[in-house]
């Protein structure tokens, strides 16, 4: 199969690769008609996380079931299915909780790498969720996106308790953060301030349901909330990025008893210890237990009330998945989808 291999900083390279074959007789192969790059994989393209050895990439996936080991009973071959960046049992009691991406079994969700036209996914009962029908090509955008960026965003605005009546901000505009302002919108969050100073990323914030754009960032950012939040700052912020100053900017915009969702993979953060103390704010985040969430996020893309996959700017085959990182590594794509 053709698959996608980082070698080192901005070393991307799509090559032939072994098939993957079932391992484990949990496992399940799967055809990615559809793939695509997340904001995470620049972490390792940037040199931020070193890569000591040429790393196949990729681990946000749906597809059709090829073929499945002899201990997988629900997922059958010919399925449409989605999952996720872990793989999970979904039966221990950690998944049971919700937290399915802490799982006592977890594993890579595609250790194989999913940009490439077939994956294994490990634990393929626990792990994989089947579509109601096989969905019209239209769809795979979206159900793509349920597989990380929508289910991240859904739990980065969930573990802040965005809801009713409440005034919700998003720190990043990245698909995530532009998901999370999606998710704050179905829960019912009362006004969504994205913090983004890039037009058309704004745009599809306001489509999402953003009432309010702030531009501003660090202090001048956290004294803009202060301002549309009658100097209390919000309800509920999702951060969405994971560096020193977006973290804290999320801590500082909260108000006292309000919660920060954070989902942007932590690099080199520190938090004051006496600022924390002093703030009241509550902190919940992480790697996304997006398994959670996939039932339903399926169901809402199948039947068209949220269309998560505009945030793919960029359409690309799968051959040209440098070209795709390249874009969102300089900005000029949210989101790079690659067609096998
Ligand atoms: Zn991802
Ligand atoms: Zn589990």
């Not at 006004?191 to 349901?209: N, V």
Request: one cysteine or more; glycine letters at 10%.
């Amino acid at each position: 199969m053709r698959g996608t291999v980082l070698y080192g900083p901005r070393d991307v390279r799509v090559e032939e690769r072994p098939d993957p074959q079932i391992i484990e007789p949990t496992d399940a192969i799967i055809r990615l008609p559809v793939t695509c790059v997340c904001g995470s994989d620049l972490w390792p393209y940037r040199g931020v996380d070193p890569v000591t050895q040429p790393t196949p990439m990729g681990h946000e996936y749906v597809g059709i079931v090829e073929e499945v080991g002899s201990a997988v009973r629900t997922i059958k071959p010919g399925q449409f299915v989605v999952g996720s960046f872990f793989a999970s049992d979904n039966t221990c009691e950690i998944c049971q909780a919700g937290y399915q991406s802490s799982c006592i079994h977890r594993q890579p969700g595609a250790p194989t790498g999913a940009q490439a036209q077939y994956a294994r996914i490990p634990l393929a009962d626990g792990t994989l969720v089947a579509t109601p029908d096989l969905p019209p090509d239209d769809l795979l955008p979206s159900l793509l996106a349920a597989s990380d960026v929508l289910g991240t965003g859904w739990f980065g605005a969930e573990a802040a308790e965005a809801g009713p009546g409440k005034t919700v901000a998003v720190v990043g505009d990245g698909a995530v953060g532009l998901l999370a302002v999606l998710a704050a919108k179905q829960l019912g969050a009362e006004r969504i301030i994205a913090m983004s100073r890039h037009e058309p990323r704004q745009q599809l914030a306001r489509e999402y349901g953003a009432t309010d754009i702030v531009t501003e960032r660090g202090d001048a950012g956290v004294a803009r909330i202060k301002e549309l939040t009658d100097g209390l700052g919000a309800h509920s912020v999702v951060e969405a990025v994971g560096t020193q100053e977006s973290l804290m900017q999320a801590i500082r915009s909260t108000r006292p008893g309000g919660h920060v969702g954070f989902v942007g993979v932590l690099h080199d953060v520190a938090i004051p210890g006496k600022e924390f103390f002093f703030s009241h704010v509550h902190l919940h985040g992480g790697p996304a237990p997006v398994r959670r969430f996939l039932p339903e996020l399926i169901e809402l893309i199948c039947n068209r009330k949220i269309n998560p996959g505009k945030v793919f700017d960029l359409e690309l085959p799968l051959e040209q998945a440098a070209a795709g990182y390249r874009a969102m590594d300089e900005r000029r794509a949210i989101k790079a989808l690659l067609r096998s």
